[in-house]
């Protein structure tokens, strides 16, 4: 707070006017602001919509009435034009200063007021859950002041100059070393158009590339085979970490470090699974016509609860609430170039969680503010396999479970334009949050 109270203090301050009264000035403005964001909090966790919408503006609008003056305030008293002997300018601008610390006292006020209305109704118990609730979140969902898991892994193989300066969107398939097969079907499938295939009766302007992105194998025969695979396809980028499902998170942030280091010119990475089929014209098209600005779009998952035995078990040390923020799904879902960076830096600043789809787009994205763009069309877990109707009608965007096997089937259907399809009822919604 003291750090805090002298940088308002030296913005507030002029001449003519005592320390004293420009640090309490400080303080009255830092304690209200302080008290705004704990008001903030309580609002968000309210049902009582229209309440506290009036509560949530009228604090707002306090907040930003308080910031302007001292803002204006303070660009008066450092103009060169004030003169020291003009005895008027130094007494209009004292006025000025007593309105501002009037007006923040007011505010402060108010916002102890709203405080009272928001939490009266709360039992003694309820009130310090809420308080130590909100505590507890502002500790974890920050970047810590120094850096606790920096990354250190390095490429074992990557491709070369994968990316030019056309290439539109970068796939990045998670995979594992035994499944040679998902990544040959993809590769003879909807990913042969990185490779200078055709999409059957459509056609992309835009330029796609991809790669399977991999850590490392117990099994060194196996490093050499996708090294090998790398040398013939030249799509394979491993790490220097093991390949685990613990590891997952480390895969992630390898593939968002290979967008920076090899592929910035790119507008947008599509992170998927070796299991899935992704309906790219159809993709395109959506991102053409949809903002993107630090933003993902994917299968957005709301309010998951967080499992505390079983496969994906999370103790309470990793992460000490009951539900994720809102994430999406890494089956597949889209990142726009402008977040990447700060996605990859700012993980080095927060503990990792092995839940790699919730930690990059759900632990990282409420630290970061980014906004979730919701499109139907995305795979969810629970999703069946996509038919050729799916992707002919364009009903789905991403489709999950596609073994070898049916994914060469769908694709047939695709080029012999098989199209027994049942009539459907789409939905076309798309909402940021």
Not at 35 to 63: C, M, W
Request: aromatic share 10%; proline share 5%; glycine share 4%.
């Amino acid at each position: 707070m003291p750090a805090a109270v002298m940088r308002v203090a030296r913005k507030a301050c002029f001449r003519g006017v005592s320390v004293v009264f420009c640090y309490v000035l400080a303080v009255v403005i830092v304690e209200h602001m302080f008290l705004f964001g704990r008001v903030q909090y309580l609002i968000q966790e309210s049902d009582q919509d229209n309440v506290i919408q009036n509560v949530k503006l009228a604090v707002h609008n306090e907040t930003r009435m308080v910031t302007k003056k001292v803002d204006t305030n303070a660009t008066q008293i450092t103009s060169p034009s004030l003169s020291q002997n003009n005895s008027e300018e130094i007494t209009q601008h004292k006025e000025n200063a007593t309105i501002v610390k009037t007006g923040a006292k007011q505010a402060f006020v108010q916002a102890k007021f709203f405080d009272g209305v928001l939490r009266e109704g709360l039992a003694p118990a309820d009130r310090e859950r809420t308080l130590r609730e909100a505590k507890l979140e502002r500790s974890f969902f920050r970047l810590k002041p120094s850096k606790v898991n920096p990354y250190i892994y390095d490429y074992v193989v990557k491709p070369k100059d994968l990316c030019d300066e056309k290439t539109h969107m970068l796939v990045l398939i998670h995979s594992f070393h035994p499944y040679a097969d998902r990544r040959r079907a993809i590769r003879s499938t909807w990913g042969s158009i990185a490779y200078g295939g055709q999409w059957p009766r459509r056609k992309i302007n835009e330029s796609v590339k991809l790669a399977f992105v991999l850590g490392r194998h117990k099994d060194p025969g196996l490093d050499d085979m996708c090294a090998e695979e790398n040398e013939v396809n030249n799509d394979i980028i491993q790490g220097s970490f093991m390949d685990s499902y613990n590891n997952m998170t480390l895969k992630s942030l390898l593939g968002l470090r290979f967008f920076i280091q090899h592929c910035p010119q790119a507008k947008f990475l599509l992170k998927s699974d070796d299991d899935m089929i992704v309906n790219i014209p159809h993709l395109l098209n959506v991102l053409r016509s949809t903002p993107m600005q630090r933003s993902v779009m994917g299968p957005l998952n709301q309010g998951a609860k967080v499992y505390r035995s079983g496969k994906w078990k999370l103790s309470q040390e990793q992460y000490p609430f009951k539900y994720f923020p809102p994430y999406e799904s890494g089956a597949a879902y889209v990142i726009d170039n402008s977040l990447v960076t700060e996605l990859f830096e700012a993980a080095e600043y927060v503990p990792h969680i092995f839940i790699d789809d919730v930690y990059i787009t759900g632990i990282l994205g409420k630290i970061l503010n980014i906004t979730h763009v919701v499109q139907s069309g995305f795979a969810y877990w629970l999703d069946k396999a996509p038919t050729s109707c799916d992707i002919n009608e364009d009903i789905k965007i991403a489709g999950t479970k596609m073994k070898p096997a049916i994914m060469l089937k769908l694709w047939k259907d695709l080029q012999d334009d098989v199209r027994n399809c049942p009539i459907q009822v789409r939905n076309f919604s798309c909402s940021c949050l």
